[in-house]
Nanobody
Framework: QVQLVESGGGLVQAGGSLRLSCVAS????????MGWYRQAPGRQRDLVAT???????DYADSVKGRFTISRDNAKKSVYLQMNDLKPEDTAVYYC????????????WGQGTQVTVSS
């Protein structure tokens, strides 16, 4: 089991920045992949960025060059630095952890709201 707690969301003007944090209840060293996903009202939950235990990263095309995902194993945390925010980035952002416990399992945080005003 892994509990995830996100923070750092809020209201920001277009062009501004926010940094999201996700703290895990256990060490993340052996967690295969952690990532950020987002869900806007009436839409499906989409991948934003992921990072593996070997620090390999992947980004949605819409955020490449603006968002950066990173991890701090000592703090059991994953971060999402979001720059040059746009109104279309408005969504609830969720943290996800994928690891192998007798089989591949995924765990989600409760989400944090990001609202970008034009």
């Amino acid at each position: 089991q892994v509990q995830l707690v996100e923070s750092g969301g809020g209201l920001v003007q277009a062009g501004g920045s926010l940094r999201l944090s996700c703290v895990a209840s256990r060490s993340i060293v052996s967690i295969f992949r952690m990532g950020w996903y987002r869900q806007a009202p009436g839409r499906q939950r989409d991948l934003v960025a992921t990072i593996t235990s070997s620090d390999s990263t992947d980004y949605a095309d819409s955020v490449k060059g603006r968002f950066t995902i990173s991890r701090d194993n000592a703090k059991k945390s994953v971060y999402l630095q979001m720059n040059d925010l746009k109104p279309e980035d408005t969504a609830v952002y969720y943290c996800k952890a994928t690891l192998y416990i007798g089989g591949w399992q995924s765990f989600w945080g409760q989400g944090t709201q990001v609202t970008v005003s034009s």
